[in-house]
Every structure is written in C-alpha cells, then in structure tokens.
C-alpha cells in the first residue's frame, strides 16, 4: 500500500465524511463496516472441533474467533498453522459471545475441501459452508438455518459430507416446528441435488463418523445409537438402523448421554464415549461396538483422575475419543465435569483388551480436550478449548504447539485464586500469572515497559497488590463461583436477565463496598450493594477475572481470548484493550476506533475483517497498512491518563470514535486475489490458473503481479477487473520453482499475496510431482541448483569502537569493530563452493573505525540498494546507536559530535538503512549489534515490508530502551558472540550444517538473554511472499 503523508491523513479524514459511498454492496446480515479483530498465529479463541485429511498431513480447527486454521502436522516437531481461512460475520456476531463462532470443521480425505459450520450472524442463524482448502473460497453454501449444528464428517471416500443440526432446543421431536432438525447428507459430486434427510433427532447429534465401507454411524443427546448403511442412503427414505427403543446406555444412569465417537480403521467396529454433567459421582464410560449391529463388544474401565486436593475424582465426561490409525490403540480425553482441582487425562488402552492397565499422558493444558484424532501409527493429535495442540508420536513422546493466548492457570479461577492478576492502584500496570507457578508478566501501560517472570520483589511489580476481593466494606458477593448460575449480593439473588447458558465466571467487590463488578458467559454488569444493576456490558468473550483498581475508576478485565480490557467503572464502556502473546514478548495495544500502538511485530497480530459479501471470503487488511493513520501513542496516552488520574482530555473522545476507521479502512482497501484453482498441465511444464479480484473500494484494478519463487514471472498475466474469474497459463520450472504468487493493485496500493505451491497444484490435477519438486522436499534437505545458479551474497559490514563524549560522559567500545572483522571472516568463509553452501560468491564491504564515516556508510549505503538480479544484500552494524528526542533510531558515524547539530545531519538514519533494504529489489537482511537497535525499524518501514514480494530479515540486538552489552571477557558484544556461536553450529539440535531463520532467530534470543541476565532481549523478524516467518536457509555452518 502506498502509505499516505500526515498532512493528506487530516485532509482525508474530513474529506471522507463528505464523499457519497462508493463502496460495494454488502450483504444487510454482515454489512460494510470494518471490524477490528486479533489474528494471532494460533487460535485466540476456544477450539471447538477439528478434522485430518487421510495421509495425516493437514489438520484443520475451527473455534469462537470464527475463522478456520490449517495445520501441517505431518512433522511433530514443526507442527505449526499454514493458513487461516475467513468466513462472512457480522460486527454483531464478532462481538457478541452468544453467538457460537465456527462451531464444526472437517477437511476431504485428499486434503481439497474444508466444510465449516457456526453462527457468523447476530440472529442466531447457523450457516454450512465449503471452502477450498487452498485459497479459502466459498465454493458452496450449503444450508442456513435457526439451531446449532456441533459435528460434520465427510466419508473416508470423499463423496458424502454428515452434518446433524439440532433445531429443536428441548421440545419433543413430535412437536418440533423446525423442519430442518437432524442429519443431513449431501453427496459431494451433486452438491445441487437435494441432501438426504433425517429429522426424527431429539437431542443433539454429537458424534458424526464413517466407515471405509461408507455406513454411517451418529450419536445424539436423545441417548440412541444410529447407523445409515451404505446401500440404505441411496434411497430416499434414508431411514436408518437404529439402536433399540430404549435409553441407550442400559447400565447406566439415565444422565449418561453418548457423546463423541469414533470408527474403527478396519470398519468392524465403533468406540463411543459418555458423559455425565449431572450427578458428580456417577462415572463416564467408554465403550465399543460391533459396526454391524451396534451391540457391546468391550467396556473400557474409566478409572478416577488425580487431583489437586483429596486424591483422586472419579471421571465424569469422555469428550473426545479416536482409534490409532493402525488400530492397536484407543484414546479418550477424561475429565471430572465439576471440578475445578481435578486434572485433564489423554488415556490409551489397548483396543483389544479393555482389561489391560491404560497409559496416561499428561497435557499441555488445564482445561477440556476437545478431539482427538489418529496420528502416524498409534498415536493420537488433539485440541483442547484454551486453546492448544499437542501430539503423541508413535514412541510415545508428547510434542506441545506454542499457544498464541497467554496461558494462565485455570485451576485458580475461583476463591483458591493466589494472585492471577493483580494491579496498582491506579490500574495502569498489572501482574498476570502463567500457569506455571513462579512465571507471569507484568506491565506498564504509560512506559510502555513488559517485564517477563518478574520476582515479586522486582520493581515491575511495586505497588502492584490489589487482587480481586469476595468480601469488603461491608459486601459479599456470594455462590458465583464456579460456574454458578445464582449468585448473590449481600444474599439477594441476582438475576442473570435469561442468558442463554449464563453462568458466571469472576466477581469483585470495591474495596469501599458501594458496589461489585459480575462478569457471566455473556456480559458484565455492575451492582450496587443492594443488589439493584447499574449497567450491563455485552461482552465479547468470557470474563475470567475482573479486578476493580483500588481508586474505583476503572476495572481491569481479563477474558477468555487472552484480551486485557479497562471498563470504565461510570458506564461499562471499554476505553483500552491490551493483547499480551504467550512467548511474553509481543503485545498490541488499541481503542474501540482502532487507534493503537505495540512492540516491534506485535500490530501483526490485529487487523482489520473487511467483508465482501455473503458469498465471497472476506479480505483481511493488517493494521500496519494503515499504521500512518492508526498508530498514535499520543491517542493511546490520553486513554492511560484518564485510566491513571482520571483526566478526561480532549483526545479521550476521539479514541474511541469510529467515524475515522468505517471510512477509511474499505475506502483505502487495496485489491484482494483469490486463488480458485491451481493444476499442473499433464507435462509438467505449465500451471493453469484461475483466479478472482475482488477491490473491497470499489477502486479499478490497475494490475496483477505473479511472481515465482518472490521474482517476477517471465510473462505478464492479463488485465483483471474486479470480480472476474480470470484462467492463465504460467510456465513452470519444476527443478527450481516452489511456489506461485498473485498479488492485484489499485491507486491505494499493492494487495495481500495470494499463494500457491507447485506440489499443491499436482496434487490438484492428480498428478504424482516428480521426486525433486522443492515443496515436497524440508527447506534443509533440498538439493541446491549448480553453483552458478545460486545467489551472489553483498555484504556491508560495519564496526566501529569511536569515542565521543555524550552529554559530558565519554561514550567509549571495546569490541564494535572486532564484531565486524569476525562477522566479516565468517561471511568470507561462506564462499567455498562446497556442496552445502547457499552463495555462488560472496562480496564483502568491510568498514571499520576510521573507515566508518558518514559520508563512506552512505555511498556504500547507495550501492549496495542497487543491487538487483540473483542476489541477496546484507548489513551489519555494530557500535554506537543513539535515539533523538522523537525516538527516532541514529548511528553513530566515525568522527562525529552528536551535539555539534540536529542528529539527522550528522549521523546515519534508521530511515536511511532501511530504504537500502526496500530499494534493492532483492531479499536482504540486517544485523545490528548497537544501543537502541529495534528502533532503527520504524514502523513505516515494517508497514512497506508487507508489501515486499521478497524475504526480508532483521536481527536486533535488544528491545526498545535496552542497552547492547560488551564485555572484554567474550571479546565482541553478547549479540555479535551469540550470533557468531550459532553460525559455528553451536546450539543448534539438527546438526544439518545450515542455519535457517527459524533456528538463527529462536537461539540468539536464548543465549544473549542468558548471557545477560534478561538485561538484553534480541528481537527477530521476518516476512516473505509467503507471509510472515519464511522457513528460509540464511547460512552454511562454518566451525
């Protein structure tokens, strides 16, 4: 996107409220408006149901932040989200958490299509969509309708998709007036044809599987067993075989309901789990049937579930259940449905003998899991509701994916609570607890400052000690915990207003006792001690915990998606939202209007949903294109001051008007392409295309850039209007090229990348790829084309130990130019054209001490950004970086006095290192081993990296504000030694011989924050055609 100057932003702004729309008509169920929305890596809300193609390669979630992620799952140590697909939702849906989210996903066998169900709309409308599983475009929508529809299967084949919706809440099917109760089937090859049917459900279908023979089996609420035979779904009654005419879990209380199930590999028999939310004493079960005629075959002996207090509980809920894929193993997620002490269990029995002693395995989560798939040969993959993956491989061994949502200890959420989060007086800085007991975070909303794991001595955390009170001034807020359905105020019952499913989850109590804060699953209200409401908040999430600062003004809100939220205590209006990412290291903070601000990366987690309509996939527009407009501290300060001192100043209004972002953000929309299709002609040689523009402005699409591999096609595709299904041809070199890139511009810019790989398109054609094609092949173990055929590495290696006096104190290095000499040698050595090396030549730069002067860092600055063809560009700095009084990050040349003018004169810009980056239309990176580093990457410039189509690499040496350390003893600064120990292929496990970003950026990170003592965080960065973090090789080993 072109980013606009300051001065044509106020221009806009008033100019926009005077223009007639232009925009395209959308749908009056989602409308036009721009809603703001997190899009961390992982899920940030909860997980509800997932699917896995046939080979075990994709794995696919769906959950309450309504969009669908894909998983590659195939390595258990990479397993990591590839994609994230977006439906159609209403601003209503996106912030209401009545409304279920996406409640149902599954992938086809062959890893194509993706079915996903849930409520995107306000009006409690569930809506069945198919979606490519490449590009996420809506191929079909299938049915919309009132009810809920909690599970869908496609057949082992791929020519049926199951779907049970439950229409009917609970009046008795006889009288139920919702025609669209029950199982539907749509056979995939006619998805037109009427879906076969049957409506005679009385509970909710829980369960949804196929055998390979193509039966049918279901479970439902309304306790019966079904099974659909193959031969019987080709007529029209579709009636199925059922279970007999009783309750059918005949040994069992008739609170035992069936609920997930699962089908055995070889087809001949079925597994079936229970649950019991009733009676806490009676006992889940897990049981297997004959696929044939649904009698028992085995009962599997539950067992009890260690606990945190009075030894084990006796298990109550089975919620998800799954054969291995081999067939030797069952697995069953236990869990004890009422109790807050009780641990969560993945246990594994033996399939044929229920009576052997089952394995368990520990989670990486508190709470539910909520499916469990067959994973390799006898392992199991599975999500739980907080949401998080793990894996068990075949050995057994457990394999964790980091969760996006900061994890807390969901065992405390209640009167046991020792401090899950705490805040100051004034409720501008806060401690939030990890689950692990000694970790949390602690922040400083005004400085900015977030500490990790601080003491509770450390300074971070001083004057931080309010927690969350039951009982005070003379107030009790009892029978809320946990879970609870009629709490009280000073014993009047409060009324939770008919929620649906309202129960409430956390409370506070002034410290003076006038009033008391309620969160519930569905709002916030506050109470004063009579118990009468004084206002209802709608929330958007769950509130886990709510803490009333103990000056009353505000009251600092913890939910379920990881969102921190100041209320204001007057009204109940939300005035900031704070996102803090589990790693502890990235946040994003932002008003209701947009208005924002975040460490380096961490607006790449907040974005804009813009939709298109019901029928088109809606376009996704990141908040760093509109960073000029969005990103203002200074909005962001007026929100902290009335949070702190109660100071409502004139910006205070303007932080949380929306005027701005409604017109702004779709008016300035950059086109959006969407992939439909992508096969590889039957030679080989060529792929065909089809692709859709959509330009969410309604501005003419002025072209459409492909690139192969992030280089510009050899041919030009045609012109493309928007809307217009466009098919083209682009020859392929299968030897080289991994994957294909589309990208559309209008006058507001470069669009998102649309990509695809070649492996993917003969997969599409049914095509075998040839053993060599790249994508098929680990970034680490390709083989590397002829030496002529690789990259040429520039280099401009920087280092200088010059000494000048800074504000009266001499600012003197010992090792800035040692760092540069070492680094340099270690470049050199990569040009030894042997079989692992990455670069056909390398051509190094190297300008130390007296050498470094301004005017010979910007001459080499200039050639270096001129550098273009097969190549990649290097900087790396080390020595002095000062920040002026506008933060803006500077070097320090060799013989200058940074007092003898304005900084910009006389030192080398931030702005200046990086535009050599942009300029030099190839992929770079950038090392910096100096004072203030992170500041060099200004968000301008990280704003025009989205709209690279090349790899772009930054390494830091510390965050915002820290200092880069050296010592003698290690002979370069911490950064530089690190970075050095990690090329010589120090710490790195796979002993491969290359270092790729993925492992250069994790391992400097640990060994300078070790070395010192956390004083100094490096920070990494990376984006490509193909988004952020590329899994690209950087450098040969060289010990």
Excluded at 182 to 188: A, D, H, Y
Aim: hydrophobic share 40%; with cysteine; glycine share 8%.
């Amino acid at each position: 996107m072109v980013l606009m100057a300051a001065a044509a932003i106020a221009a806009l702004a008033m100019a926009l409220l005077l223009l007639p729309r232009c925009s395209p008509e959308s749908e009056p169920a989602y409308g036009d408006t721009p809603i703001l929305r997190l899009d961390p890596q992982q899920h940030s809300g909860t997980i509800f149901r997932a699917g896995i193609d046939a080979k075990g390669r994709l794995m696919v979630t769906a959950g309450s932040d309504d969009v669908v992620k894909i998983w590659r799952v195939d390595d258990p140590k990479q397993i990591r989200v590839v994609n994230t697909l977006r439906v159609p939702i209403s601003k209503e849906a996106a912030v209401d958490p009545s409304a279920a989210g996406l409640r149902a996903v599954d992938i086809s066998p062959d890893g194509m299509l993706i079915a996903a169900a849930g409520q995107t709309r306000a009006d409690g409308t569930f809506r069945l969509l198919v979606l490519a599983a490449a590009t996420g475009e809506i191929l079909h929508d299938l049915l919309s309708a009132r009810g809920i529809i909690t599970d869908l299967a496609f057949s082992p084949d791929g020519q049926s998709l199951a779907v049970g919706l439950y229409a009917c809440d609970s009046a008795p099917v006889e009288t139920c007036p919702d025609a669209n109760n029950g199982l539907w089937v749509w056979n995939t090859a006619k998805w037109n044809a009427a879906p076969y049917r049957d409506k005679a459900y009385q509970g909710r279908i829980n369960g949804i599987a196929f055998n390979r023979a193509g039966d049918l089996f279901t479970t439902s609420f309304d306790r019966r067993l079904r099974r659909y035979g193959a031969e019987q779904r080709k007529h029209s009654d579709f009636a199925p075989t059922p279970a007999p005419a009783r309750p059918f879990a005949r040994d069992y209380d008739r609170d035992i309901r069936p609920y997930d199930l699962a089908v055995a590999p070889d087809g001949q028999t079925i597994l079936v789990g229970y649950l019991n939310e009733q009676d806490r004493d009676d006992p889940a079960a897990l049981t297997q049937y004959s696929a044939s005629d649904l009698e028992p075959v085995r009962d599997y002996d539950i067992g009890g579930l260690p606990a945190d207090h009075g030894g084990p509980v006796q298990a109550t809920v089975v919620n998800g259940v799954s054969f291995s894929r081999d067939g030797a193993y069952v697995y069953a997620s236990i869990a004890q449905h009422q109790s807050h002490d009780a641990d969560k269990v993945l246990r594994r029995w033996s399939a044929a003998d229920a009576n052997a002693r089952p394995k368990d395995f520990g989670l990486c989560t508190s709470q539910t899991i909520i499916q469990v798939l067959p994973y390799q040969g006898h392992g199991a993959i599975f999500a739980s509701s907080d949401p998080c993956v793990s894996a068990i491989d075949d050995a057994g061994a457990r394999f964790d994916v980091p969760r996006s949502v900061y994890p807390i200890d969901n065992h405390n959420l209640g009167p046991t609570d020792p401090g899950l989060l705490l805040v100051s007086e004034s409720g501008d800085r806060f401690y939030l607890a990890h689950e692990v007991a000694g970790r949390g975070v602690a922040f400083d909303l005004m400085e900015r400052r977030l500490t990790v794991n601080p003491a509770a001595a450390d300074p971070s955390r001083k004057g931080v000690t309010d927690g969350y009170r039951e009982t005070s001034g003379g107030t009790t807020m009892s029978k809320w915990c946990c879970s609870g359905t009629a709490p009280a105020i000073n014993r009047v019952p409060i009324a939770l207003g008919g929620t649906s499913g309202g129960v409430t989850w956390s409370t506070d109590v002034a410290p003076n006792g006038d009033f008391a804060v309620l969160g519930t699953s569905t709002f916030l209200a506050r109470y004063d001690r009579s118990g009468r409401r004084l206002w209802q908040y709608r929330t958007p999430d769950v509130p886990r915990r709510v803490n009333i600062a103990p000056n009353a003004r505000t009251a600092t809100v913890l939910y379920r998606d990881g969102v921190l939220r100041w209320h204001n205590i007057e009204d109940g209006s939300v005035l900031l939202s704070l996102f803090i990412d589990a790693s502890g290291e990235n946040w994003v903070m932002w008003t209701q209007a947009g208005y924002y601000d975040s460490s380096t990366g961490g607006d790449a987690i907040l974005g804009w949903h813009l939709n298109n309509g019901g029928d088109v996939a809606p376009s996704w527009l990141p908040v760093t294109r509109y960073a000029n407009a969005f990103r203002r501290p200074d909005v962001i300060n007026h929100v902290i001051k009335y949070i702190r001192d109660g100071l409502a100043t004139p910006g205070l209004a303007a932080a949380n008007s929306t005027a701005l972002a409604n017109e702004m953000i779709r008016r300035n929309a950059p086109p959006i392409v969407q992939i439909a299709d992508a096969r590889m002609r039957s030679d080989g040689t060529q792929m065909l295309l089809t692709y859709i523009v959509n330009s969410p402005s309604g501005d003419p699409v002025t072209g459409v850039h492909i690139d192969i591999n992030g280089r510009p096609a050899a041919v030009e595709p045609p012109q493309a209007r928007a809307g217009e299904r466009i098919q083209w041809t682009l020859p392929i070199d299968i030897a080289s090229d991994e994957y294909v890139g589309i990208r559309a511009i209008n006058r507001n810019g470069i669009g998102e990348v649309s990509t695809v790989r070649v492996l993917d398109a003969y997969r599409n054609a049914s095509l075998n790829p040839p053993p060599l094609v790249p994508s098929a092949i680990p970034e680490s173990t390709k083989p590397l084309p002829p030496v002529a055929d690789r990259p040429v590495l520039h280099a401009l290696v920087i280092g200088s130990n010059y000494a000048y006096r800074n504000r009266g104190r001499l600012a003197q290095l010992c090792c800035a130019s040692e760092d540069a000499r070492a680094f340099a040698q270690f470049l050199r050595r990569q040009n030894t054209h042997d079989e692992r090396a990455l670069y056909s030549d390398v051509k190094v730069i190297e300008l130390k001490d007296e050498e470094a002067t301004l005017n010979a860092l910007q001459a080499n600055l200039s050639q270096l950004s001129r550098v273009n063809g097969n190549s990649v560009i290097l900087i790396f700095l080390a020595g002095h970086g000062v920040s002026d009084s506008r933060g803006r990050y500077h070097y320090i040349p060799y013989g200058v006095d940074p007092d003898s003018g304005r900084l910009e004169h006389v030192a080398l810009t931030g702005a200046r290192i990086t535009r050599a980056l942009q300029e030099a239309r190839v992929p770079a990176m950038l090392f910096m081993d100096t004072c203030n580093s992170q500041g060099a990457l200004e968000r301008s410039f990280l704003s025009e990296v989205y709209n690279l189509q090349r790899n772009i690499f930054t390494f830091s040496s510390s965050r915002d504000g820290q200092a880069s350390l050296e010592r003698r003893a290690w002979g370069h600064g911490a950064f530089t030694y690190a970075l050095l120990q990690v090329l010589h292929g120090e710490p790195i496990a796979d002993n491969d011989g290359i270092v790729t970003f993925s492992e250069l950026g994790p391992n400097l990170r640990e060994l300078v924050t070790q070395m010192t003592s956390k004083q100094q965080v490096p920070q990494y960065f990376g984006w490509g055609p193909q988004g952020a973090n590329p899994q690209s090789n950087l450098f040969t080993v060289r010990r």
